[in-house]
């Protein structure tokens, strides 16, 4: 009996042991997580990966790594500056009159401007068997039939895969796709005003193309030239654009410019390889650090270092640049090394915010956002207001990265409308009384948790025209008081609501309580706690606001036709250029002027504002396009158009192991600067993640004794009866 | 049977139809093709000639029940309710508004929702079959009410506590399982375990109790009085007699809801971040996206019909008194 229970107490211990010994609840295997590999997450499916097409953050954090604009931003460098990517030097610039001649960037005569791109000879693609070719250079898989066409369920099922060099006309041939309507590119309309004879070349395409897709040909867009784009040579390119627009070379660090190859267009226009979801759009073909492994958009997206990558190394900054941009040491480590240092990163969905948290604090993610329920479990505020990791954090040796995004969120005046719009010095004083009223820095506190910077005018921080201190700040809203910004007392709104002519909140001419509306899509019972507090800032001065909840439709279309009073909007740059804030308040952008297509939705129109936009929009950033940026900023808080609400502040944490981690909102390819130290992370995540075994055996205990006593019982119950029955 | 089969496979199509109408007017009462063109587009600045390509290129610059352009029968024909209906019929699903195969999509979302949907449903028959049928034996015990209490009290929880709680302690504080994630084949176990055990679980309370309601109807009947006279002892009563008869009832809820299993479930599966169809039609509601939710209608339709036919087929076999 003895050496029997031995024996089990021996077997028990070893069972312990080995349960003990392992990590259980690790989500990938474990080479994975030995290996060279990133892990992150992304919380919407990306719907369209088509460069010419895509054109939200959620993709780009795919495509950037995929494909290669001409141009990118400094890694490490702020304010943003932008360098060569793909070319061997900046695009060369020449500005040129009527007749084709040469004159300077100033001259008043200049009609068009030529960028030429010179490419790097070292380019090429990832391996694709679009590449792939028969000897007399058809595309080897460009007519795949019935039979073939069955065993192919995602590229790495043709047997063949192939590469070539990236070329001049690979970038003239996406700018020919972007021209085509039927593939939906969202800057086309834009590209229309600048590029030369881009809208005639448009509409003739589009026609080809209905021609040709409603006979189900292909569309090979090789044998179309578009008069303002010029394949000079193989690694030379020419645009003209109409005048000057120096934003221009912002666009070409976007994917909408990064290179098409002609086999990859036809061959994904197979109809068969579409009805499989083998296309464009799921399936990206580049000359970028990484590509595409694996597209499941409901589950993972796997993204592979290519083998075909070009020499590129780490950043490096001196000393002044590197103060300049509050740039560490640490961060300078890696500089002058190859790119890219990791293998492999694995993005899975995570739509849920708790299941992310918690595999973050577990190792599994090597950098997280943080959500408003894990808040307080992460950071502690200070009592000045200053945040900092809480001791839960800094034990595990997490770090946080912080920065304020180049974002805007405002709520609009509508200036079409009678009661809160208009330029007369009364209406200018109502919207200057609301914009004191809204307390900015409560509702930060209240419902962002501290992060955000309370907005000054229409530049966030970053861009160029965004001042700190006194002459950055709104006069009409704060005061500078011993080296800070103090809103104004409310005694100074209610005074401008009395100039106003509405003392106390009533009207003079009405002798009614002045009563506002304010549309928003905040439906749902978390918004309501949002929706008071907005209530509250109007009662200040003793308006009565209405909230008028509507879906997104709707409202979309109230602000389009001007049918609104009151909304709130947001604002994230395309580039880091003033102009792309101050275009959003240029008269020309009135939304309900160009039928919904402008993006100045509180159809803000000021003669002066607009003259001085003009102006400032081809202005290289200098101290004159400053002073007259000043002027338009001095205009605008004046009219008030905007309640200026915040800048947006994000906040990341990174777990020890991850290095190189940078803010960079404009950068979209950033993996290939990151690094990881695979080695640390393993041990960690050993460390963090050792199953508790005690609870499965008192689980284990409590089931067989609960199975005894009902089998004891059982039998009592039979026994009890067989007696009843024998009685 | 079959002449059966057949007729109810006929009767279904105008339910189809009538479903798919609801469906065509319920979406476009709410959302425009402008709405949707914008909501597809994603661009910052859309502009009516983009609108206008994105509708001819779905088709939404079709009317939708009548065409007044249009000649003769193709006043009707040539719209998009008979245009996209048409194809549905022929399980056509084609492409989403986001030019994604929709039928694609639903065959690789299947086996995820099934992975989860199928062993909760299973393990969840049995365990509150065998727990109803354990309370019968000890009815009117102290057993019995206990766990009829204990029944009450789980049914009192929403399903997103036990999800949360789950996670928490299993996965988070004894690192028992993974958090959220799947793969397939055997590698997935480990994901769908937790899920899976919080899914029976969750339908524990109400189960039992029905099932339990179910077999005590049956406990007090002759039959049951006549195989105790002959000496069987109670666990052979309630297996042999009274669960046999308990079955026709529990096939009227059980198999009417085994097709709709590949619809999966929508809070589990973001939880768990299982890729299943869960969340498809919820997501594409979300994105405007008209050819997924018809589909999908559509879909849930046949299977709910499919499980109707088949529940009156498995009458038949459990009661031989049932003829179709």
């Known amino acids: ?727 | 049977m079959l002449a059966y089969i057949i007729k109810r496979i006929l009767y279904a199509i105008p339910i189809l139809i009538g479903v798919n109408l609801i469906t065509f007017m319920l979406f476009f009462m709410v959302n425009t093709p402008d709405d949707m063109a914008r909501a597809q587009l994603g661009a910052k600045q859309t502009t009516p000639a983009m609108i206008a390509a994105w509708k001819a290129e779905k088709g939404y610059d079709k009317p939708l029940f009548y065409n007044t352009e249009a000649s003769g029968i193709q006043k009707v024909t040539d719209t998009l309710f008979v245009n996209e209906s048409l194809k549905l019929f022929m399980f056509d699903f084609g492409l989403s508004d986001a030019n994604r195969n929709i039928a694609e999509d639903i065959k690789a979302r299947m086996g995820p929702s099934l992975a989860i949907a199928l062993p909760t449903f299973l393990i969840a028959l049995v365990t509150n079959i065998s727990l109803a049928l354990l309370l019968v034996l000890f009815r009117g015990s102290v057993l019995d009410m206990s766990a009829m209490i204990v029944a009450v009290m789980i049914m009192s929880v929403s399903g997103l506590f036990y999800i949360i709680a789950g996670q928490v302690l299993f996965s988070k504080l004894w690192h028992w399982v993974p958090i959220s994630g799947y793969e397939s084949g055997w590698a997935g176990v480990k994901f769908v375990l937790l899920p899976v055990a919080i899914g029976v679980f969750a339908g524990l309370g109400s189960g039992v109790r029905w099932y339990r309601s179910i077999f005590l109807e049956q406990i007090n009947q002759d039959y049951v009085r006549t195989a105790r006279a002959k000496g069987l002892s109670e666990i052979a009563v309630l297996f042999r007699h009274v669960l046999p008869n308990g079955m026709l009832p529990i096939l009227t809820g059980v198999v009417v809801i085994i097709p709709s299993l590949f619809m999966g479930s929508l809070i589990m599966e973001s939880f768990f971040g299982i890729p299943g169809l869960g969340s498809y039609t919820i997501d594409a509601i979300n994105a405007q996206d008209f050819a997924i939710v018809k589909a999908m209608v559509f879909l849930g339709s046949v299977l709910y019909i499919v499980g109707l036919i088949l529940t009156d087929i498995s009458y038949t076999l459990f009661d031989p008194r049932v003829t179709l």
């Not at chain 1, 993005?347 to 808040?375: C, H, R």
Request: aromatic share 12%; with cysteine.
């Open chain 1, 1 to 727: 009996m003895q050496a029997w229970l031995a024996k089990w107490c021996m077997v028990l211990s070893l069972f312990t042991v080995l349960l003990h010994a392992a990590v259980w609840n690790a989500p990938y295997p474990v080479e994975e997580i030995r290996g060279n590999t990133l892990f992150s997450a992304f919380s919407s499916p990306p719907k369209h990966l088509d460069p010419v097409r895509s054109y939200n953050a959620n993709e780009w954090m795919f495509l950037g790594q995929i494909y290669e604009p001409p141009l990118q931003y400094n890694y490490l460098k702020k304010p943003y500056a932008l360098e060569p990517l793909t070319l061997t030097q900046m695009p060369q610039v020449i500005y040129l009159d009527d007749n084709e001649s040469v004159v300077d960037v100033k001259s008043p005569a200049v009609k068009f401007t030529l960028y030429r791109f010179r490419f790097r000879d070292d380019l090429a693609y990832q391996n694709h068997p679009a590449f792939v070719k028969n000897p007399d250079g058809s595309l080897r898989y460009g007519n795949l039939t019935e039979k073939a066409l069955k065993t192919i369920r995602s590229l790495n099922d043709f047997p063949k895969q192939g590469s070539r060099r990236v070329t001049a006309a690979d970038y003239a041939y996406a700018v020919k796709r972007m021209a085509v309507r039927q593939y939906h590119s969202p800057i086309l309309d834009t590209m229309m005003q600048y590029i030369v004879r881009l809208r005639d070349f448009s509409k003739r395409v589009t026609r080809e193309a209905k021609r040709r897709f409603a006979n189900g040909e292909p569309l090979d867009l090789r044998k179309f030239e578009v008069p303002g784009v010029k394949v000079v040579d193989d690694r030379t390119l020419e645009i003209r654009i109409y005048g000057k627009y120096p934003q221009f070379l912002y666009w070409m660090a976007m994917n909408f410019f990064a290179p098409i190859p002609w086999e990859a267009d036809l061959f994904y226009q197979q109809k068969g390889l579409r009805q499989k979801n083998i296309s464009l759009d799921t399936q990206p073909v580049g000359s970028g650090a990484y590509y595409l492994a694996e597209n499941s958009p409901n589950r993972r997206i796997r993204l592979v270092r290519n083998p075909h990558f070009h020499l590129e190394r780490y950043p490096g900054l001196t000393v002044q640049e590197a103060n300049t941009s509050g740039v560490s040491k640490q961060l300078l480590r890696d500089s002058g090394k190859r790119l890219p240092f990791i293998d492999e990163a694995v993005y899975s969905l995570e739509k849920e915010s708790i299941p992310l948290w918690n595999k973050f604090l577990q190792g599994y993610y090597d950098a997280s956002g943080i959500s408003s329920e894990a808040f307080n479990q992460a950071v502690q505020i200070g009592s000045g207001g200053s945040m900092g990791l809480s001791n839960m954090m800094k034990q595990k040796g997490i770090r946080m990265v912080s920065s304020v995004e180049p974002s805007i969120f405002y709520m609009a005046f509508n200036m079409a409308d009678p009661v809160v719009g208009g330029y007369t010095e009364k209406q200018k004083k109502l919207r200057q009384a609301i914009s004191i009223a809204q307390d900015q820095e409560e509702y930060i506190s209240i419902f962002l948790n501290e992060r955000g910077v309370p907005a000054q005018g229409p530049i966030p921080p970053g861009i160029f025209g965004y001042e700190e201190g006194k002459k950055g700040t709104n006069p009409v809203v704060y005061n500078w008081v011993r080296g800070k910004r103090v809103r104004k007392s409310l005694d100074v709104a209610k005074k401008l609501m009395a100039e106003a002519g509405y003392p106390g909140g009533i009207s003079e001419k009405t002798g009614k309580r002045l009563k506002l509306y304010y549309d928003t899509t905040a439906t749902g019972p978390d918004d309501r706690a949002l929706m008071d507090w907005r209530r509250k800032q109007f009662a200040k001065l003793g308006i009565e606001l209405v909230i008028r909840a509507t879906d997104y439709n709707r409202f979309q279309e109230k602000v389009r036709k001007g049918k609104v009073q009151l909304f709130s909007w947001g604002w994230n740059a395309d580039y880091p250029d003033p102009e792309n804030f101050l275009f959003l308040l240029y008269g020309k952008n009135a939304t309900v002027d160009t039928d919904g297509a402008g993006i100045n939705s509180a159809n803000y129109k000021n003669p002066a504002f607009d003259r001085l936009f003009q102006q400032m929009q081809t202005m290289s950033n200098s101290p004159e396009r400053l002073a007259v940026i000043e002027k338009m900023l001095k205009i605008v808080r004046e009219d008030a158009p905007w309640v200026w609400g915040f800048y947006p502040k994000s906040l990341a944490l990174v777990h020890g192991w991850f290095h190189n981690v940078v803010p960079n909102a404009m950068a979209n390819n950033t993996l290939k600067y990151k690094r990881i130290d695979p080695v640390q992370r393993y041990e960690k995540q050993q460390v963090w993640n050792r199953p508790v075994i005690w609870p499965l055996l008192m689980l284990a205990v409590t089931l067989l004794m609960l199975v005894w006593g009902v089998r004891a019982a059982y039998r009592r119950r039979q026994s009890r009866a067989i007696r009843k029955e024998s009685v």
